[in-house]
């Protein structure tokens, strides 16, 4: 089966923080590519402060041109607006039904998470690949109680079944 990490964002612009961490993981895990997924209207921003779609497209496909590993998607552009990752999967998973996906996220966005429409479907059988900035994820007091939230959302499971922690 292949495996497809899905990083998504505004990408307004992309840079260089988004491209190591992309880099990181399709050198060193289970994924066979990262695509890129733009989002031309995320719920949590203003869409007043982002540039045309079309121009963060064409900046996320000149920046992974090199890679093989590393792809453009426009799989937004043809959905409802605002943009929301569990309508995307869905979409994905309809269209590539022998293609496991999973998400790639900033430790900003796992502060918001239990707040998103698609926890339910963690449940199940998501993984979620997460970039941190320090030095151990779960080890401090905040980051216990970060946790402790995520079990809630997700259940009795603990957040460490859904997470690949690694340091950039």
């Avoid at 923080?17 to 890129?36: M, Q, T």
């Amino acid at each position: 089966m292949k495996k497809i990490g899905l990083y998504f964002g505004t990408f307004n612009p992309i840079h260089v923080g988004h491209l190591i961490i992309a880099n990181y993981l399709a050198n060193n895990s289970d994924l066979n590519e990262i695509w890129f997924v733009v989002s031309p209207h995320n719920p949590h921003k203003d869409k007043n402060n982002l540039l045309e779609d079309h121009h963060r497209l064409a900046m996320v496909q000149r920046a992974v041109e090199d890679n093989v590993k590393l792809k453009a998607s426009s799989i937004e552009f043809d959905l409802p607006k605002p943009s929301y990752t569990v309508f995307t999967l869905q979409s994905l998973k309809e269209k590539y039904p022998a293609t496991k996906f999973s998400l790639i996220m900033g430790e900003d966005n796992l502060r918001t998470l239990h707040k998103w429409k698609l926890r339910i479907h963690f449940r199940k059988s998501r993984t979620l690949y997460l970039s941190t900035f320090t030095k151990c994820v779960g080890r401090s007091k905040g980051n216990q109680r970060l946790c402790q939230t995520q079990k809630r959302s997700f259940g009795q499971r603990a957040c460490y079944e859904y997470f690949l922690y690694f340091n950039s």
